[in-house]
Each structure stands twice: as structure tokens, then as C-alpha cells.
């Protein structure tokens, strides 16, 4: 007897099998394997209503930025709803959430924060307004960036969120790492035991001037956010949500998983992509508008020097320093995201008369915008090798 898709009897057979699966788990394999098929399909038979039921209503998840609804339609595609608060062309950094915004989400079950400059003000709030919704801060524990002055490199802090206090062990022993983060769940016995601690922290003995005993001493500025821009952070971050989702939604958590595991794939071959491109230019500058790259300039041996100071476009006297600096450096391109004023950016490149582009840290398409950004500092280099 053939089947065709959407059948009763196609839909029976799915059933049976995600039930044998379930059997499988709770019994192991051979007990599983010796229930007679009739046994499952009378389970299927009854199941069926209210299985039907649970698969139909996809699972409404919130998050703040697009490249994080992009990752969590990778994962789960269809079973999940997904509401993006700063669309594209909006800022995350002077963002607030619309009233219709706020009342979709006092019915929101799931919120995937980032950690991004509205989250700390008004997650509080929307939990105030729907006790019930489970917030999972996505950034916890991953090593944290700084705005500083001249946009100098920081890998030693990832205290960043204060209210975070209760993640404080957690987040020492993951801040000494860089690059590719692991789940929580694999540390529980580091972090019981204080001694791996302090023989990695020796080892870093030479970056003590950047170490976190320091953190009371010096002004680190504003946590940068835009940590999604690592492709190996990243994937610390495809990991954790995907664990979260395959917990609220553990009839699918098959496909979640395979879903992860292919995109941690594809992000793996998309940095080790980026990172033969951008080689040649290891150690290299690149003049930005806001400093929203740093953590992609970071993880390729680049440098990004901003134009905006604290949040504000430059002082005249600010202005003519980076043209200076700008000159000197034979800066051929000046690059701008689509969230923040051009107008100094396309001041400062029609003096050294070089060309403005776009690196857009918010943009829908993950994939294809790490690797336009690639192709951009690229070119922009190129062009400031041929003057």
C-alpha cells in the first residue's frame, strides 16, 4: 500500500515513530524494539488529538536584534514565533520598546536576550509585566569587549551586567577564555574547584594590565554588545539557545539538535572562510563610523578606530585629529552602519576624498553579512594599498 504525504496513514507512521522514540529514551532500545507495533498505533490512535495539538502551536519566542531571530529560525523554522524588537535601521543603543511592543510581550513565554543597552533597562520591566516569561541571557558567562578611548583591545573583563551578580563564578571562569565558548553544563566541576582558576589565571600573568583585579581602578566605558559579530561567539550562543528550545519544545528537539549541528558547521567553515580572506591584513586599521565591529576586528587581528567619541559625533577639534590620523594612514574607505548619522563619516571621507561603505551590524542575513563585511574591509584595504 503506497503512502503519500499528509495522509492518516503517513501521519500515523510519523507519530508511531516519534512515539517509539520517546519509548526508546524512557525504556532503551531493546525494550522499545519488543512493543508490537498494534501497541503503538493504538498509543497513536489515542495520542493523536492532543499531539496534533501541541505540534500545531509554535512556540512564541522574543529577541532583541535580528541576527538572533535569524539564528532562532535557523534552529527551529517553523515551530517557533518570533518577535524581533529593533528592526532593522533602528538602534539598540537609544531603543524603546512600542507600547504594542509591550503588551505582545506580557503574553511572550520565552525572551533570548543578548545583551544589548535596552535589555538592562527594560527587561525588569517586562517581567514585572509577564511573571511568567523565562528570560535567558545568551551572553552570560562569554568574554566581554569594552567602548574604550581609541577603541583599545580589552579580553580580560566579562563582568559587564551588573545584574548579573549571581552568575559572578560562572562568569570568571568563562571571561579567561576566547574564542569558542562551552555549554554551562560542562564546567560544573571547574567552577566547584577554585585551583583550575588560578593556574589559568597565572598563565595570563602578562595581561595582567587588562586582568579583572583592575576593574575598580580603570573606566572600561560601555559593554559592547555586538557580540554576535565573533562567528565563534556565536556559536556559544547557537548552543545555548538551542538547548533552551529543544527543552520548551521537546517534541521537535530531534530537529533542533540536527539543525544545530549544522549550523555550528556552517559556522565553523564561515570563520575559518573569513580568517584566510582577512589574513593578509592582520594587524591592519579600519576607520568606522560606531564602534560596532570590534569584536569581528578582534577575532582577525584588526583594529577598528571610531569616529564617533562616547556616543556623539567628534568635536571640530576631535574631527581634525582623525582626518590626521585618517591621512597618515593612507584611510581610503570610511565605513558607516545604516542605525547611526553619516554626516561627519561622509565629512571626514570627502576630505580625504575616500569612499564611505556600509558595515551593518544588525542585518537580517547573518551569513551574508559577515561575509559582505569581509569583502568590504577587503576592498577598503586594497584601496588604501593602491594610493
Avoid at 571571561?175 to 554551562?184: A, D, Q, T, V
Avoid at 550562543?237 to 544545530?260: F, G
Avoid at 582623525?322 to 570610511?334: F, M, P, S, Y
Wanted: net charge negative; charged share 25%.
Amino acid at each position: 500500500m503506497s503512502m503519500h504525504a499528509g495522509s492518516p496513514l503517513a501521519s500515523r507512521q510519523v507519530l508511531c515513530e516519534k512515539l517509539l522514540s520517546r519509548v526508546q529514551r524512557t525504556l532503551g532500545p531493546r525494550a522499545a524494539r519488543a512493543l508490537p507495533l498494534s501497541v503503538l498505533g493504538a498509543l497513536a490512535a489515542f495520542a493523536t488529538p492532543a499531539a496534533h495539538a501541541q505540534d500545531s502551536a509554535p512556540l512564541h519566542v522574543a529577541v532583541s536584534v535580528p541576527p538572533i531571530a535569524w539564528m532562532v529560525d535557523q534552529l527551529a523554522g517553523e515551530h517557533v514565533e518570533i518577535t524581533t524588537l529593533v528592526k532593522p535601521g533602528d538602534s539598540p543603543h537609544a531603543y524603546d520598546p512600542t507600547p504594542r511592543q509591550v503588551a505582545e510581550l506580557s503574553t511572550v513565554p520565552l525572551y533570548l536576550a543578548i545583551g544589548v543597552p535596552f535589555e538592562q533597562v527594560w527587561l525588569p520591566r517586562l517581567v514585572k509585566n509577564n511573571a511568567e516569561m523565562q528570560v535567558v541571557h545568551l551572553e552570560e558567562g562569554l568574554n566581554t569587549r569594552h567602548f574604550g578611548s581609541g577603541e583599545a583591545h580589552d579580553h580580560g573583563h566579562d563582568e559587564a551586567h551588573d545584574d548579573h551578580a549571581d552568575h559572578d563564578e560562572h562568569d570568571e571562569h568563562h571571561g579567561e577564555h576566547e574564542g569558542h565558548e562551552e555549554h554551562h553544563d560542562e564546567h560544573h566541576d571547574v567552577h566547584a574547584d577554585h585551583e583550575p582558576h588560578e593556574e589559568h589565571h597565572d598563565e595570563h600573568a602578562d595581561h595582567q594590565e587588562h586582568g579583572a583585579q583592575h576593574d575598580e581602578d580603570e573606566d572600561l566605558g560601555e559593554a559592547d554588545p555586538h557580540l554576535w559579530l565573533d562567528p565563534q561567539r556565536m556559536q556559544t550562543v547557537v548552543e545555548r539557545a538551542a538547548e533552551v528550545l529543544e527543552a520548551r519544545l521537546p517534541q521537535h528537539a530531534s530537529e533542533i539538535d540536527a539543525n544545530e549541528l549544522r549550523l555550528l558547521k556552517t559556522l565553523s567553515e564561515l570563520d575559518a572562510q573569513i580568517a584566510q580572506t582577512l589574513a593578509p591584513y592582520k594587524g591592519r586599521n579600519f576607520l568606522i563610523f560606531h564602534p560596532s565591529f570590534g569584536y569581528f576586528a578582534d577575532r582577525y587581528s584588526l583594529e577598528q578606530h571610531a569616529i564617533e567619541v562616547s556616543g556623539r559625533e567628534p568635536t571640530p577639534r576631535e574631527m581634525a585629529t582623525l582626518i590626521t590620523r585618517a591621512k597618515d594612514e593612507n584611510i581610503g574607505t570610511i565605513f558607516v552602519s545604516g542605525q547611526f548619522s553619516q554626516t561627519a563619516a561622509k565629512r571626514i571621507a570627502s576630505s580625504l576624498e575616500a569612499e564611505v561603505a556600509v558595515l551593518d551590524p544588525l542585518a537580517e542575513d547573518y551569513l551574508d553579512n559577515l561575509k559582505h563585511a569581509t569583502e568590504a574591509l577587503k576592498a577598503g584595504f586594497e584601496l588604501t594599498d593602491s594610493q
